[in-house]
């Protein structure tokens, strides 16, 4: 079975920080891996995904995460943030040849001016 | 081009009572999915569709059931409506196994 933690419920940070929002999958086979953000009142889109590769995936918005294998990990980076990037985050997971795919429950990241 | 569309946006029932949630995508995928979305939880699937003819249960099926009415349109039926089913119903598509989900705009359900 497939999992992921995402350690923190919500993460506040000043505008122009940096930030990283964690996130940590359980699988037994090679994964894929997503970044989802939810602005208020939408659905969810994309910020960035692995499937195969480079470890470092860069996405929209500024945004990358690095794919660590060894500490099963999935962790989203941004160097500078801006109020706009206030908004729910979500990392998923999956498997080659998998119907499903399972999310985290959500980090919420609140930048303050 | 629309997208991933759902209709209602809003929507209050009764306990007991019934409703149909639509979804309907122009974008060509075979796969179609319905998640629930309630604080702290994330996003739980409740049911999906591989492809056009077929459906099966996710995590949370329990009180739902789904047609997929053809390749564009999947819908999810409450036969009788819950307060535990109080939540934010998105439906999303996807063209394959390993590629990005897109998600609809959500409809908001509350049922008292």
């Known amino acids: 079975a497939q999992s992921v933690t995402q350690l923190d419920s919500q993460v506040p940070v000043f505008e122009e920080a940096p930030v990283e929002l964690r996130c940590n999958y359980s699988?037994?086979?090679?994964?894929?891996l997503f970044w989802y953000v939810q602005y208020p009142n939408q659905g969810l889109q994309l910020l960035l995904k692995y499937l195969s590769g480079s470890t470092l995936v860069k996405g929209i918005n500024g945004f990358e995460a690095e794919f660590n294998k060894s500490q099963t990990s999935f962790h989203l980076r941004k160097p500078s943030v801006h109020i706009s990037d206030t908004a729910e985050y979500f990392c998923?997971?999956?498997?080659?040849?998998?119907?499903?795919?399972?999310f985290g429950i959500g980090t919420k990241l609140q930048v303050i001016p | 081009n629309a997208g991933v569309t759902q209709t209602p946006k809003f929507q209050v029932l009764k306990t007991g009572q019934s409703m149909t949630l639509q979804c309907a995508q122009d974008?060509?995928?075979?796969?179609m999915y319905w998640y629930r979305q309630d604080p702290g939880m994330g996003l739980r699937l409740i049911y999906y569709?591989?492809?056009?003819?077929?459906?099966d249960k996710g995590e949370v099926p329990n009180g739902y059931n789904v047609s997929r009415l053809n390749k564009r349109e999947f819908s999810l039926r409450l036969e009788s409506a819950a307060p535990s089913q109080t939540s934010v119903y998105f439906c999303a598509t996807t063209q394959g196994w390993a590629y990005e989900q897109y998600f609809g705009p959500g409809t908001r359900l509350t049922v008292t």
């Open positions: 569709s591989a492809s056009e003819g077929t459906t």
């Open positions: 974008m060509n995928h075979n796969s």
């Open positions: 998923a997971v999956t498997k080659k040849g998998y119907q499903k795919v399972t």
């Open positions: 699988s037994s086979v090679s994964v894929y």
